[in-house]
């Protein structure tokens, strides 16, 4: 199976380059895995393919504001870096711009001095190991500093930090949104548990995956990178309840399904547990608890579109995805949704 099999024609005017006022209010495509039916809805109509006993799972995790401009010691260059992970306390592994300008012992400045950042390592991929330095909190020095870590498709300025978190977002650590929860209100989440549809939380933080694209011909040699899963004893004694009820699981984004399935057994039953996952899904992989899926439009040859394929087929997603184009719905993080049943 080769990468150029999950390709396609994108308008760059579709590509979603401000969020929406109102989260509801995107659009959502609803895809019939077994059928290929599509109708189109608007997103608060998501609860009506929503049925009591059924669970949704969330991923609570929080976009840190990561993207950090500044310029070394003494110097007017100016330098970007991206947060990418935590390694210890205060060293970080970051992507950095110009790479050459950030050498090992090179020392730079954001905010006037209120942070420093120290190159002290640079591993094969050009990814530098950053040691910080500041007074206080570090969380609350980056917040007054640091940027949304938006895509570089995103051509605008965000005007507001908070349209690029969901509305639960609880634990810091990612350094992208899971971008299918961004539709939701909090509004919204209600009338879906007075329904008598559960909710249950995860955490995976979204890392250095999200900005690789993939570059190899075949899909089967491209490396994913690990990223970090929490799940409680609680969400995963809900999940088991809900498939002992014949009832199903609601994936909101491929960050949750990721998680799902990398802890999933075979008998359709998952434990509580937290460890990085670096689990590939494309076409070919056999689910073992995610039944239906809500997610955002993806890039073309990513791997996130080839995970949605694995959930249908890659025709079906191709054709769909040539139906929204038609439709003209918006596209990527900030775009419109499809759930897929």
Known sequence: METKDFFYNLPEELIAQVPLKDRTTSRLLVLDKESGEVEHKKFKDVIDYLNEGDTLILNNTRVLPARLFGNRQNKEERIEFLLLKRNEEDIWQSLVKPGKKAKIGSIVEFGNGLLKGEVIGIDEEGI?????????????????????????????????????????????????????????????????????????????????????????????????????????????????????????????????????????????????????????????YKFKLVDSLITNFHLPESTLLMLISAFTSRDMILKTYDIAIDEKYRFFSFGDAMIIK
């Open 128 to 284: 530098r190991q950053v040691k910080f330095h500041y007074d206080g909190i570090f969380e609350e020095v980056l917040d007054s500093l640091g940027e949304m870590p938006l895509p570089p498709y995103i051509k605008e300025k965000l005007s507001d930090k908070e349209r690029y978190q969901t509305v639960y977002s609880k634990h810091l650590g990612s350094a992208a949104a899971p971008t299918a929860g961004l539709h939701f209100t909090n509004e919204l989440l209600e009338k879906i548990s007075k329904k008598g549809i559960n909710i249950g939380f995860i955490t995976l933080h979204v890392g250095l995956g999200t900005f690789r694209p993939v570059k190899v011909d075949d899909i089967l040699k491209h490396h994913m990178h690990s990223e970090f899963f929490t799940l409680s004893k609680e969400t995963a004694e809900l999940i088991n309840k809900t498939k002992q009820n014949g009832k199903k699981i609601i994936a909101v984004g491929t960050t949750s399904v990721r998680t799902l399935e990398t802890l999933g057994n075979e008998n359709g039953l998952i434990e509580a547990g937290s460890g990085w996952t670096d689990i590939f899904i494309y076409p070919g």
